[in-house]
């Protein structure tokens, strides 16, 4: 009997991302297409002041005519900033992928690790596979120790008060098998930085299988984090709200 063909949609919300986009778009082909497995890219622009639109409509055409690809690349944009969580949401309902990548598009996740998630997943039929930037020998490049304070603090808050058996509940770099995602995202109500930790800590609640991937994480190429102080305090809300309610 043959091995079930998987498909692997890529989620990858932007805003302002015009000068990163065609990269990660080039590498995520090369990584695909090199490792023989089947892609598609989906991606949801919040109303990007800067022009990614008009690169994403670009890239469609570069893309979508190359071989018997189809179509490789979909734009589903959005009018505004209306949060992390409601952009995975919207992109979603596009997917034609039964295994579903979210990651950012600023180059800090590099599509090389995604043949060795992909494999791991394939090791116990996990649900998830989360890269982890503190486990094994992942790392964080490029971030001045304001900002790794703030991502080790917020990791260690999580995993105190929660417990979730999770190396890296804020890393935005995962594998999911469609249908998990689906039912784990009806289920968070976070729409912002604690999205992350939160839609973790529910599927391990809900009982999914979930492996880590130690991952090598590098600061945006171009652009400006969108961290903040308002993030920072919503993300610690939402921990003791989970505490409370999982």
């Known amino acids: 009997m043959a ?22 778009t080039y590498l995520l082909e090369q990584t695909f297409s090199q490792a023989g497995l089947d ?10 002041p800067d022009g990614t639109q008009t690169i994403a409509n670009q890239l469609i055409k570069a893309y979508n005519t190359r071989g018997a ?4 690349i979909k734009l589903k944009p959005r009018a505004g900033k209306l949060g992390l969580g409601t952009a995975y949401v919207h992109g979603l309902q596009f997917v034609t992928g039964d295994f579903v990548v979210i990651m950012d598009a600023d180059f800090s996740h590099h599509p090389k690790f995604l ?11 996990y649900d998830i596979v989360t890269g982890t930037r ?9 971030w001045d120790l304001k900002r790794k304070l703030v991502s080790r603090g917020a ?25 998990v995602l689906e039912k784990v995202i009806k289920a968070t109500e976070s729409k912002g930085y604690s999205f992350q930790m939160e839609m973790m800590v529910r599927a391990k609640a809900m009982g999914f299988k979930v492996a880590e991937v130690p991952i090598t994480f590098v600061d945006r190429l ?25």
């Not at 091995?3 to 990660?24: D, G, M, V």
């Not at 652009?223 to 999982?246: C, D, H, P, R, T």
């Open 134 to 142: 503190y486990a094994g020998d992942g790392g964080v490049f490029g």
């Open 69 to 72: 690809g189809g179509e490789r």
């Open 222 to 246: 171009y652009g400006e984090s969108k961290l903040g102080g308002e993030e920072i305090a919503e993300y610690l809300k939402g921990v003791f709200g989970l505490w409370y309610k999982v």
């Open 3 to 24: 091995a079930q063909k998987h498909k692997y949609s890529i989620l990858l919300p932007t805003y302002n991302e015009r000068r990163n986009l065609p990269i990660i």
């Open 155 to 179: 990791n260690l808050v999580a995993d105190t008060v929660l417990r979730p058996g999770v190396s890296d509940l804020t890393g935005s770099f995962r594998l999911y098998k469609r249908a």
């Open 115 to 125: 043949p060795i998630m992909i494999e791991k997943q394939k090791e116990a039929d």
């Open 39 to 48: 892609w598609e890219l989906i991606i949801v622009d919040d109303g990007s």
